[in-house]
């Protein structure tokens, strides 16, 4: 039983070490594991969730600006090695080598102005390089690939000390566009590691770790399964549940008469049925297009979701649980280690990295374990 509370969102440290080791452990040897922390690591709090990394060993992060790599920065001092997934804009370099972030970049012109501020500092600061391999994303074209390889000058100066490549296709095992991608990651960071023989080349992300040891290069980059989501979508989840999400129950009532709940009358309450409405709704990140189908959980029981969720709350059927459960229900959960981020997600229609980001701020915010 929890005590009383106005919405308590639990985030369990030692489960999302646990999960960092278990990546950790599933690496083949010379691979080491980082941890991606970006966007206030998947919005369950970059300050707490770094640290616990930082303590299991992890001395590779990975952050998606310059401000949260500044932050992370202060946070985790000068022994861990920061990269800066979607770069430094120009203007903003300087920042970026005096707190000692290593920016990816993507453009040759990019590279050029990160060696420019770089020689003003006096400094050769590391840099990233980032490459397409398929996913036509972020990442240097093949024929910017080429010029920087035939540029040896260029290359000599620069101090590129990691190739990375993202794979799109990571959580779906028999896609063909993972062995394109694998192949031609591979045959660039073989030759750019002919010119730099100190570049560590990094591809997998948290589902391209299940991929196989051809995928884990030197660092591997895994960020959702640190958190719980399922990295091998399908198949029995492999990591532990690091969210409890808890909402309190302000009325319940009987239902006399047939009648309709909520905002656009989408959903008939049936004469004899027991409804309770949680404070919580999709400006708590608890998504809207879950309306109708998402489900709560109390008591060992799945309650289903009734009519829309609204800003501010949402409606179960709590028709399912015995009189004195009925009687004591205080709260109702909407994500714990039965119902999943990925449940959740697909009811939403969505992935578990939305249903993390989205986590509101109306909560208060617990951490257990270390
Ligand atoms: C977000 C991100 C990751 C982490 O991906 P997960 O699927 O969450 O493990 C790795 N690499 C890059 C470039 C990313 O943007």
Request: hydrophobic share 40%.
């Amino acid at each position: 039983m929890t005590t009383a509370h106005d919405g308590l969102l639990t985030i369990d440290l030692s489960a999302a070490g646990d999960n960092y080791l278990a990546l950790s452990r599933r690496l083949g040897r010379g691979s080491r594991c980082g941890a991606v922390v970006k966007a206030d690591a998947y919005g369950l709090g970059m300050s707490k969730l770094a640290p616990a990394f930082f303590r299991r060993g992890c001395r590779d992060f990975f952050v998606a600006t310059l401000d949260e790599g500044l932050a992370l920065r202060r946070l985790l001092g000068d022994d861990a090695a920061i990269f800066v997934l979607t770069g430094v804009r120009a203007g903003r370099e300087q920042e970026c080598v005096r707190a000692g972030l290593v920016p990816n970049v993507f453009t040759l012109q990019q590279l050029r102005a990160w060696m420019e501020v770089c020689d003003q500092a006096g400094i050769q600061a590391a840099c990233g390089l980032k490459v397409d391999s398929g996913m036509t994303r972020l990442g240097m074209t093949a024929d910017e690939f080429g010029r920087l390889l035939r540029d040896r000058g260029l290359l000599s100066a620069a101090n590129i000390s990691v190739i990375m490549s993202h794979l799109a296709c990571a959580d779906d095992p028999q896609h063909p566009q993972n062995r394109r991608q694998l192949d031609r990651f591979r045959e660039a960071g073989e030759r750019l590691r002919d010119e730099l023989p100190e570049l560590q080349l990094s591809l997998a992300n948290s589902s391209g770790i299940y991929l196989g040891e051809e995928y884990h290069f030197d660092l591997a980059r895994p960020g959702s399964a640190l958190y719980g989501v399922n990295p091998r979508p399908g198949e029995e989840n492999p990591m532990s549940a690091v969210v409890n999400l808890s909402l309190p129950v302000v009325q319940q009532r009987h239902v006399a008469d047939e009648c309709w709940v909520g905002y656009g009358a989408t959903q008939r309450a049936e004469p004899g049925s027991w409804l309770a409405v949680a404070r919580g709704g999709y400006a708590d990140g608890i998504i809207r297009a879950q309306g109708n189908r998402g489900c709560g959980w109390a008591c060992g029981q799945r309650l289903p979701m009734v009519g829309r969720v609204s800003m501010d709350s949402t409606t179960f059927d709590i028709s399912g649980l015995a009189g004195p459960e009925r009687a004591g229900l205080a709260h109702i959960e909407v994500l714990n280690d039965a119902v999943t981020v990925d449940e959740v997600a697909g009811y939403a229609g969505t992935i578990g990295y939305e249903v993390l980001t989205s986590l509101g701020h109306r909560y208060t915010r617990r951490y257990t374990g270390s």
